[in-house]
């Protein structure tokens, strides 16, 4: 994702979160989650074009009608039912962002919107473009996790050692 604001040593990953201030911890640990929103997102894009490429391959190796890729467009189109419920996201739009972008841009290149014209090996193709993708962003996203987690456990270790009170929440 792209920011307006210069790079600090919040942003670099090597600083421990112990050498951050309190303010500095707190923004960079929202800023982390914010960004979370709009890479998920853009995860569960990838994810559902690629299980709709699978299925098409899948679809045209055993000669089955079109009712596969229906069944997958309604499953991620209503979020299926193995998919535990997500809180509502803010009112932005997650698709103004690099990934969402670079997705876009891959899928244009592959000709994504013509599943039904592209051969098999152009299918193939598509399918590990945003194989790719997909899982480069994930990978991204574990690290991002990561640090989330770290950043909240110094939080914690602040509160619980007295060097942060609840009291200082009241002033942001």
């Known amino acids: 994702m792209s920011t307006d604001l210069p790079p600090t040593a919040a942003d670099d990953p090597e600083t421990e979160p112990g050498q951050l201030s309190l303010d500095e911890l707190r923004g960079l640990r929202n800023r982390l989650q914010r960004e979370d929103d709009a ?34 467009l309604s499953q991620h189109l209503t979020g299926g039912p ?46 590990d473009a945003i194989g790719e993708f997909e899982q480069r962003v994930s990978a991204d996203r574990r690290l991002r996790f990561d640090r989330i987690d770290a950043l909240s456990a110094e939080l ?10 609840v009291d200082s929440l009241l002033g942001d």
């Open 156 to 165: 914690v270790r602040r509160y619980r050692d007295g060097e942060a009170t």
């Open 82 to 127: 193995a998919r535990p419920p997500r809180p509502p996201l803010q009112d932005e739009d997650l698709n103004d962002n690099d990934l969402a972008a670079e997705l876009d841009r891959i899928c244009a290149e592959l000709h994504f919107g013509r599943l039904d014209e592209l051969n098999e090996d152009e299918l193939t193709a598509l399918s």
């Open 39 to 72: 890479v998920s997102y853009v995860r569960r894009v990838a994810q559902a074009r690629l299980a709709l490429v699978q299925t098409e391959l899948e679809r045209r190796a055993a000669g089955n009608a079109l009712g596969a890729v229906t069944a997958v």
